[in-house]
């Protein structure tokens, strides 16, 4: 499934237009790193590979960003475990 990722700043949030449903990943804004606190899928769309989907592209986005990640949502840190080339972007002292 093919959508776009933008960023919604006043809702602190990423977001992912799936027609009449929006995907998306909560996000605090801190000086020293990014902390991606929770993603939600709506019913329907679960098990289709949109929260994956989600996930790579705001880590794409906040890598060309250059801002280090602080990955407190557990599927977003289940991805990372997954797919270990974004663990360059964690923040000091922060592990999956």
């Given at each position: 499934m093919e959508f776009e990722v933008v960023e919604?700043?006043?809702?602190?949030?990423?977001?992912a237009d799936l027609g009449d449903k929006v995907?998306?990943?909560?996000y605090i804004r801190v000086p020293t790193a990014v902390y991606l606190t929770h993603?939600?899928?709506p019913p329907g769309f679960e098990g289709?590979?949109?929260?994956?989907?989600l996930v790579k592209e705001v880590l794409e986005s906040l890598?060309?960003?250059?801002?280090k990640i602080a990955p407190m949502c557990p599927f977003v840190?289940?991805?990372?475990k997954r797919h270990p080339e974004w663990k360059e972007l964690l923040?000091?002292?922060?592990?999956v």
């Amino acid at each position: 499934m093919e959508f776009e990722v933008v960023e919604n700043p006043a809702r602190k949030r990423f977001e992912a237009d799936l027609g009449d449903k929006v995907a998306y990943l909560e996000y605090i804004r801190v000086p020293t790193a990014v902390y991606l606190t929770h993603t939600e899928v709506p019913p329907g769309f679960e098990g289709q590979g949109v929260g994956s989907g989600l996930v790579k592209e705001v880590l794409e986005s906040l890598k060309e960003e250059g801002v280090k990640i602080a990955p407190m949502c557990p599927f977003v840190a289940a991805y990372i475990k997954r797919h270990p080339e974004w663990k360059e972007l964690l923040a000091p002292n922060y592990n999956v």
